[in-house]
Structure formats: C-alpha cells, structure tokens
C-alpha cells in the first residue's frame, strides 16, 4: 500500500464486508486503550499529553496531536496517538500505538530514559503502517508532569517532542 489508492486491499479468502477501512480499525484499537485504561486509574500512573511528530521521508510528515497512557507495571507504558498535520503540502495524519520500558520510572525531579517500539499508520500523500522505534528521555518520570524527546525510526527518522501530565495513584512512591 505504498501510495495513495481508493481501494482497500483485501484478503483473498475473506469477503471484503469483513475489511473494515484502516481509519475505523485505528479508531477501535484507540477506543479500546481508554476503555482498558477506565478501570485501573485508581491502580496505575494514567498519562495525558500533547506531542509532535516530526519524520524524515519522502515526503517529510509534521503532526501534531493528542496522547494518552497508562502504566501498566512500573516499569512499562503503553500509549496510543493520533495526530494531525502537514505532509508535501497536503493534509496528513498518524496514530502511533507503542510499548515503553521505562529506566526511571519514579524519579521525580530530573532525567530519565527509556525505550519505546510499536506501530505506526500514516495517511497523507503516502498510506503507510510502519514500524516504530525509539529512544526518548524524559522530565520527571515519576512527577505530576515532565516533557519528553524521543528519537528513532518509523517512517523514515522520527522525532518526537511533547508535554505529558499524569494522574498519581494513592501512596505513589516515587524517588
């Protein structure tokens, strides 16, 4: 599915009735992180935030747009994103779905790093999944709110800048 087309791939054994379009299966996977992540707020560090997204390719993609998280077990995140931008001069967006594993999870002042992986659509003058990784640092992992940078791949270079504010579950240990 390298450039743009008005039809949708289809399997060869399955009736294209059961091939929903890739934007409402993006949607689905989005729904089902916040629906997932309602019940276990008052258990785990849940995150909000706003990033851009910046690719190196052919053509170049800026986005930005919404993200949001949760903790899993100390140590991991998993977030889902959609973003809005440019691309080529025409309009573009990508939704990112990614697991974290975080160095310094509690650490309330200062850096801390992490490692991020995970998958990417992208729809614009190109349609394209890919996969992503990255390596991002972070403002206060264990805080009410920290920024982040990430560099990687997926999609051509990739880099992330962005603000995270976190919701702290009751007696929080943090360093």
């Given at each position: 599915m390298?450039?743009?087309?008005?039809?949708?791939?289809q399997?060869?054994?399955?009736?294209?009735?059961?091939?929903?379009?890739?934007?409402?299966?993006?949607?689905?996977?989005?729904?089902?992180?916040?629906?997932?992540?309602?019940?276990v707020?008052?258990?785990?560090?849940?995150e909000?935030?706003v990033?851009?997204?910046?690719?190196?390719?052919?053509?170049?993609v800026?986005?930005?747009?919404?993200?949001?998280?949760?903790?899993?077990?100390l140590?991991?995140?998993?977030?889902?994103?959609?973003?809005?931008g440019?691309?080529?001069?025409?309009?573009?967006?990508?939704?990112?779905?990614l697991?974290?594993?975080?160095?310094?999870?509690?650490?309330?002042?200062?850096?801390?790093?992490?490692?991020?992986?995970?998958?990417?659509?992208?729809?614009?003058?190109?349609?394209?999944?890919?996969?992503?990784?990255?390596?991002g640092?972070?403002?206060?992992?264990?805080?009410?709110?920290?920024?982040?940078?990430?560099?990687?791949?997926?999609?051509?270079?990739?880099?992330a800048?962005?603000?995270?504010?976190?919701?702290?579950?009751?007696?929080?240990?943090?360093?």
């Amino acid at each position: 599915m390298g450039c743009r087309s008005d039809r949708w791939e289809q399997h060869p054994l399955l009736p294209s009735s059961l091939h929903p379009p890739l934007e409402l299966s993006f949607a689905a996977a989005l729904l089902s992180l916040a629906l997932l992540a309602a019940p276990v707020a008052a258990q785990r560090v849940v995150e909000l935030g706003v990033q851009a997204v910046g690719t190196a390719s052919d053509p170049a993609v800026l986005v930005a747009g919404p993200v949001v998280a949760v903790r899993t077990t100390l140590r991991t995140r998993l977030s889902a994103a959609l973003a809005a931008g440019v691309s080529d001069g025409d309009a573009a967006w990508r939704g990112e779905l990614l697991a974290y594993f975080l160095l310094n999870p509690t650490r309330r002042g200062g850096v801390g790093a992490y490692g991020a992986g995970g998958i990417a659509v992208a729809r614009g003058p190109v349609d394209q999944g890919y996969i992503v990784l990255a390596l991002g640092i972070e403002g206060s992992p264990g805080g009410r709110s920290g920024w982040f940078a990430e560099a990687g791949v997926g999609g051509g270079a990739r880099l992330a800048l962005g603000y995270r504010w976190r919701r702290l579950p009751p007696g929080w240990v943090a360093e």
